[in-house]
């Protein structure tokens, strides 16, 4: 039997967003910590990594969503997927736990 504990799911992109709309990138694995690598947009050193691993400041991407919209539907630069818990609706009271008045 083999272990997987300790093992990250794979990390697939979401949505590309529409031109002008922001990139939603809050999984840590689009932040390195230990290096800062020149951008591939506008070779400033940057922190941050795409889905695909690239260098790139969010807005960088963002701005090049914006200018490459034919392209942006490729995927290179996208939103994380939801989590089931950011699109899951709260929980309906049920009326028949009412309290009598």
Same mark, same amino acid.
């Given at each position: ?14 949505? @590309? ?20 690598? &020149?951008? @591939?947009?506008?070779?400033? &050193? ?5 889905? #695909?691993?690239?260098? @790139?400041?969010?807005?960088? #991407?963002?701005?090049?969503? #914006?200018?490459?919209? @034919? ?17 899951? #609706? ?10 009598? &008045?």
């Amino acid at each position: 039997m083999t272990r997987t504990r300790g093992k990250k799911a794979p990390f697939e992109p979401g949505l @590309v967003p529409p031109p002008g709309a922001l990139l939603e990138w809050r999984d840590s694995q689009h932040f390195d910590r230990w290096q800062d690598r &020149p951008c @591939v947009l506008c070779d400033k &050193p940057t922190p941050m990594r795409s889905h #695909a691993g690239e260098p @790139v400041h969010k807005a960088c #991407a963002e701005d090049w969503i #914006a200018a490459n919209p @034919v392209e942006a539907r490729l995927g290179r630069f996208a939103s994380d997927t939801p989590s089931p818990r950011a699109t899951s #609706a709260p929980p309906t009271p049920d009326p028949s736990h009412r309290r009598p &008045p």
